[in-house]
């Protein structure tokens, strides 16, 4: 079985498994999933959804958050963690987006990557999410199982994410990724996968990968 036929058959049997492919961070604008994104670095997301509601109540509108004070904002997100580094990007973003993208969050990986605290996968997920393009979100699920399932033998984000755009359909990218996310805490977590229980369990590298 190729890489392709691999990757082909995981988008298949992830989309019956979940076939609501949505991400886990709870946000109502584009600027919310950026900044939601931003927190969720080296913090759960069930961490970040307790903690935007009142983030979000507080700052209603980019320009709320370009004029914001840093540490009032560390106040609010603190329990997420590096929460001055985050704070700092939080107002550095949408200062950047206001004086450089005219209010609008960006529609492009180079243009997002532009903004502090934005590196390629938050970009891919607002690309994937927010405009509905082609996009491939590397964390740690998607490095674990597709090289657990043979899709890559790498843990480089970046070679990663182009490696998996050149074997996954373009329309199907942004969802498998959600449903990897899934599929990793459900089913293939880092410790203990549930091997027995796994649905890609005939499709998994140990069948070898031509």
């Known amino acids: 079985m190729t890489k392709k036929e691999r990757a082909l058959k995981a988008v298949e049997i992830l989309k019956e498994l979940y076939p609501d492919a949505i991400c886990s ?7 919310e999933l950026l900044v939601a994104t931003r927190l969720s670095a080296q913090c759960t997301d069930a961490r970040v959804n307790l903690v935007t509601p009142a983030l ?11 004029s914001a004070d840093v540490k009032e904002i560390e106040g609010y997100i603190h329990s997420c963690g590096f929460y001055h580094s985050k704070a700092e990007s939080i107002v550095g973003m949408a200062q950047k987006i206001l004086s450089d993208f005219g209010g609008e969050v960006p529609d492009n990986i180079e243009d997002l990557t532009s903004l502090p605290g934005v590196g390629r996968k938050t970009a891919n997920l607002i ?6 393009k082609p ?10 199982i597709s090289n657990r399932i043979g899709l890559v033998n ?3 984000p970046k070679k990663i994410e182009l490696e998996l755009k050149k074997l996954l359909p373009p329309e199907e990218s942004s969802d498998f990724c959600h449903r990897i996310v899934l599929f990793g805490r459900d089913i293939c977590p880092a410790r203990k996968p549930k091997c027995a229980d796994c649905p890609l369990n005939d499709y998994c590298k140990k069948v070898g990968v031509e």
């Open 25 to 31: 961070l709870e946000s109502g604008s584009a600027f």
């Open 154 to 156: 790498e843990k480089d």
């Open 135 to 144: 996009a491939v979100v590397v964390d740690t699920h998607c490095i674990r």
């Open 56 to 66: 979000f109540e507080r700052y209603k509108s980019i320009e709320d958050y370009a």
């Open 127 to 132: 690309v994937g999410d927010v405009y509905g």
